[in-house]
């Protein structure tokens, strides 16, 4: 039996994974971020000893705090990655870094393959960027990075649960039109990264970057309609705007759209396309998920 050790297992990714783990009767160790400080050498290895796999879903996910404090966002994306690799290398376990699309600058036209040019337009990118460059470099063999975008799921802070909420409060929402990427819901990521855990130790899933985002494209303003469509509201309620009315610290990749080539070298299925997940995703999320949260997480 595949043991696993999960970081961050108290948050929406985290918790999501566990779930899926524990249901295909793996052996699962969870760590929240109370319980484990992944910046932490000693504690690091005495947490990994023993495991076959460690996902990484240990996060600083508050994206435009990360402007204010770089130094403390990337202490926990970047130099608590290359810790756990360390811990991983010297134990023998592969390690499954969970990155972002933000390593990117978000001008591009097409999707970004794995191996393209990273250059992160904003310091969360930056230090995510850090902690996968150490992922890479210390495990060669072991060593996966799965990078996503647009999450959200029923245990925690994200878009699709503010829409949710927001149409109990107003008549009309005005919402980005002029950003794409690939909404994606943390139960099928959590899925992915199980399958690829379990191709890993099995040798077949060579190492290295994988994008794990939903299939297709939207923009917050389309996921948003589909949102409201989904559960029975009027999506003509949404309306569409620009960024510029929405003025954040962290500049946001216009373009975070993710080529999924590489999950063939693996035999690991890419994900299902965005609104199909969505509509799966609100049985769980609408009524009783939570919507309580604003905006946007990271991974």
């Not at 910046?39 to 076959?52: E, L």
């Not at 107003?170 to 919402?175: A, F, G, Q």
């Amino acid at each position: 039996m595949t043991r696993w050790l999960i970081t961050g297992a108290g948050g929406m990714l985290g918790r999501d994974l566990t779930d899926v783990l524990v249901g295909r009767g793996a052996e699962v160790t969870t760590s929240t971020r109370q319980e484990l400080d992944v910046t932490d050498a000693a504690a690091a290895r005495a947490a990994v000893a023993g495991h076959d796999v460690v996902v990484n879903a240990a996060a600083w996910t508050d994206v435009d705090g990360a402007e204010a404090d770089e130094a403390a966002a990337t202490r926990i994306n970047g130099e608590g990655p290359r810790v756990l690799a360390q811990a991983c290398a010297d134990s023998g376990a592969a390690l499954i870094q969970v990155s972002t699309d933000y390593v990117f600058p978000g001008d591009a036209a097409e999707p970004y393959p794995h191996d393209a040019p990273t250059s992160p337009v904003n310091a969360y990118g930056r230090g995510k960027l850090v902690g996968e460059e150490a992922v890479t470099g210390l495990l060669p063999e072991r060593g996966y990075v799965v990078r996503t975008a647009w999450l959200y799921g029923a245990h925690g802070r994200n878009f699709v649960a503010t829409m949710l909420n927001l149409a109990g409060q107003r008549e009309t929402l005005d919402v980005v039109d002029d950003q794409r990427g690939q909404p994606t819901w943390t139960v099928a990521l959590a899925r992915q990264i199980a399958d690829l855990g379990e191709a890993a130790v099995a040798g077949r899933a060579p190492a290295g970057v994988y994008h794990g985002t939903a299939s297709g494209t939207g923009t917050w303003f389309d996921l948003a309609r589909a949102a409201f469509e989904l559960t029975g509201l009027d999506p003509e309620r949404v309306r569409p705007t620009t960024s510029e009315k929405f003025v954040r610290p962290a500049r946001r990749p216009a373009y975070s759209v993710l080529a999924h080539d590489r999950w063939a070298e693996a035999g690991v299925a890419v994900q299902p396309e965005w609104r199909e997940q969505l509509a799966e995703a609100l049985k769980v999320i609408a009524p009783g998920g939570r919507t309580d949260a604003p905006g946007r997480t990271g991974a």
